[in-house]
């Protein structure tokens, strides 16, 4: 089983899904989380591209397209025998434009069952990168978040529609995390 869990920056997909797998785990269920972002960063550091996961999307297009297809590869490699889900982007906010997560030579190696969309109203959203000072966030309007969102709503119906995966979307709504997570937790239960 593959899934492939996304979000715009800030809307809790991180949390949602840990919390899901942690619970699942008490069923006997048991999923590996793989942060897209992370196995990115480590190629890029080796590549002494990039030191921390905000400045990957900085880069110029051409060079996170290329890293992305190394950390895809990788990724799919270890889904071959285990349960996996992917917490990445259904899109990446570049300052060259909106940049696929998941273009179509990653899905030809990372085939995913289920895409999962974390969202939230475009003003939480706002204010929960306004707490969050662990990460190096753009500011954004809540119209700029919307755009994103729609972006990759869109972007989630194209890789299901060349992959045949389905889309989800759950709610991760201010002060109703358990609801999102018990969410996760029916769609990832076999
Ligand atoms: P995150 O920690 O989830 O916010 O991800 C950190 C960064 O990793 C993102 O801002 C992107 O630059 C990069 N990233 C994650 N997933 C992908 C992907 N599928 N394609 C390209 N870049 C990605
Ligand atoms: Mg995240």
Not at 132 to 137: F, L, S, V
Not at 149 to 159: C, E, H, K, L, P
Not at 176 to 187: P, T
């Amino acid at each position: 089983m593959l899934v492939v869990v996304v979000g715009v920056p800030g809307v809790g997909s991180t949390t949602v899904t840990t919390k899901a797998v942690e619970k699942l785990k008490e069923e006997g269920i048991n999923y590996e989380i793989v942060n897209f972002g992370t196995v990115m960063l480590e190629i890029a550091k080796e590549k002494g591209l990039a030191n921390d996961r905000d400045e990957l999307r900085k880069l110029n297009p051409e060079i996170q397209k290329e890293i992305q297809r190394l950390a895809g590869k990788k990724i799919a490699e270890l889904a071959k025998d285990k349960n996996i889900i992917v917490d990445t982007h259904s899109t990446i906010k570049t300052p060259k434009g909106y940049l696929p997560g998941l273009p179509k030579w990653v899905l030809d190696e990372l085939v995913p069952d289920i895409i999962v969309l974390v969202e939230a109203d475009n003003s939480e959203i706002l204010m929960r990168r306004l707490k969050d000072d662990t990460r190096k966030r753009d500011f954004e309007s809540t119209e700029d978040i919307g755009e994103h969102i729609f972006m990759n709503r869109a972007a989630a119906m194209t890789y299901a529609v060349l992959t045949g995966a389905t889309v989800k979307i759950i709610k991760n709504r201010d002060n109703l995390l358990d609801k999102a997570v018990e969410e996760m937790v029916n769609v990832l239960r076999p």
